[in-house]
């Protein structure tokens, strides 16, 4: 089993910044990559940025050239570095591990509200 819990996120003005963390705990060596996913209200659960255990990182083009996703893999923790916030970046963050021939493992999400 693998756990993740994740922290940040809250109510910022539109171009501010806010970061995330997520912190994985168990079977860590089953993780192959781990992600952030977000979901607004109305709205399906789409991708937000992602980074495998040799360091690729892959990004929605809504959020190309303002988030910045990273990997601490000595602390199992990702992070999600979000700038120049805007009002449709509001939802559900959700923190993601991919698993070798496992089910992922899902946060229980974190609230990022901005406002205009």
């Known amino acids: 089993q693998v756990q993740v819990v994740e922290s940040g996120g809250g109510l910022v003005q539109s171009g501010g910044s806010l970061s995330l963390s997520c912190a994985a705990s168990?079977?860590?060596?089953?993780?192959?990559?781990m992600g952030w996913y977000r979901q607004a209200p109305g709205k399906e659960r789409e991708l937000v940025a992602s980074?495998?255990?040799?360091?690729?990182?892959n990004y929605a083009d809504s959020v190309k050239g303002r988030f910045t996703i990273s990997r601490d893999n000595g602390k199992n923790t990702v992070y999600l570095q979000m700038n120049n916030l805007k009002p449709e970046d509001t939802a559900v963050y959700y923190c993601?591990?991919?698993?070798?021939?496992?089910?992922?493992?899902w946060g229980q999400g974190t609230q990022v509200t901005v406002s205009s």
């Open positions: 993601n591990a991919r698993r070798f021939m496992r089910s992922d493992s």
């Open positions: 168990g079977n860590t060596l089953t993780i192959t990559a």
């Open positions: 980074i495998s255990n040799d360091g690729s990182t």
